[in-house]
């Protein structure tokens, strides 16, 4: 089926993308993704003031993200209503609002609930902001545009980690949280200031609710999200235990390699916008995350240190890399991009879902069976994943090849 342009978006050749607007919801998207963070380097230090144990911990850290995997999809359809500016500004408020009174928690149950509060905000933020990207993009920037929005949350979580502890130090936990909150309020200001009131860009004009047969495209990248989530964030939250265990390091060079390791994630996701800046297909770069199969028995086969180093490193560059392709092929596969909120909460929902039961489903397995059995079950979650982004490249050809086309007609005119 040859893909048509929506009748609702038609090129503007001499229109430009208002990059330095992209920018700040980019930074908008990297500071709510280090509130996503935020407890990871403070984590010890919580525990020991709040009498929480490792177990509570976990939830006060993946609240967030269950939030998304629970309520995706409803918050896209909700976002038709808000609209894609407020959405993301109240979200930035709302993590803010919610992070200040982290700062007041005594115990478990307030924390938790504050973090669940976040969880809205994060979700509100990771719905508006690649709709206000591909608003704010020319046609012809638009799936590089948006390849790059998707290294936001790697961005944010390194940030996090590489500020947090130092902080941390510095200032208390408390100290850290209020710092990230009062920083997030700011974003939001700045971001209610600079956005346009009448929308980002040409706005796409108001069609009907999307019904589940228009889902089923974004449904399929959804999937590929998923399972790419599923199989290569547990690689990194389980590294550092996999080097101390296995390979004798330390704690501290353990949580830097770790550390390095996961930025590769938006070395993916550039690479991703730069080739498609050129004109590359989104079926021939989803066969490049094939390559990352081997990866997995480098990580989890016995072998050398420098051997897990590299398989971890190039899982890392595969998640960015699958990511951002999910998020650049969203406008192309689309019947209509003023569908892009609901099908943007329909990627969120699965891709928090995956990030949700990973780190799990793979710790149960290497209790049972070794770390080694984790090597096929990446393998075959790597290419399901890849096979649905060849399914959907399929559809984002023709699109691919008509704004290609469209931009070159703008050229020569």
Known sequence: ?????????????????????????????????MSLGKFAPVGPAVTGQLSLSLSQLGWVISAVVGVGAAFGLPGGYLMRRVGARGALVYGLALIAVAGAASVL??????LLVARVAEGFGYLMVTIAGPVLVLRLADERDRSAALSVWATFVSVGLFAS????????????????IGLLAALTLLMAVVLQLRLPRTGAGPRAAAGPVPRLRALRWPGVLAFSFCLTALVTIPVIVLLPTLLIEQHDNSAAAAGASTSV?????AVGGLL????????????VLALFGLLAVPAAWLV???GPLAGVLAGAGTLSLAN???AALVFAALPLILERLDHADVGSGLVAQAGSLGSLLGPPMFGEVAAAFGF?????????????????LLLAGGRAAGRQRWVAGAGEKGVAG
């Open 372 to 388: 080694a059995a984790l090597a096929p079950v990446i393998a075959v979650g790597l290419v399901a994943a890849v096979a649905a």
């Open 161 to 176: 980690t590489l500020v947090g502890g130092a902080a941390g130090d510095a200032f208390g936990w408390r100290g850290w």
């Open 320 to 322: 960015g890399f699958l």
């Open 105 to 110: 928690a005594g115990d478990f149950a307030w």
């Open 272 to 283: 991703v916008g730069m080739l498609l800046r050129r004109g590359t297909r989104v079926g």
């Open 1 to 33: 089926m040859k893909s048509e342009p929506a009748p609702d978006a038609p090129v503007q050749p001499g229109r430009r993308s208002t990059w330095a607007t992209i920018g700040v919801v980019y930074l908008g998207g990297v500071v709510a993704a």
């Open 261 to 265: 390791i996961s930025l590769l994630s």
């Open 300 to 302: 989890y086969g016995g």
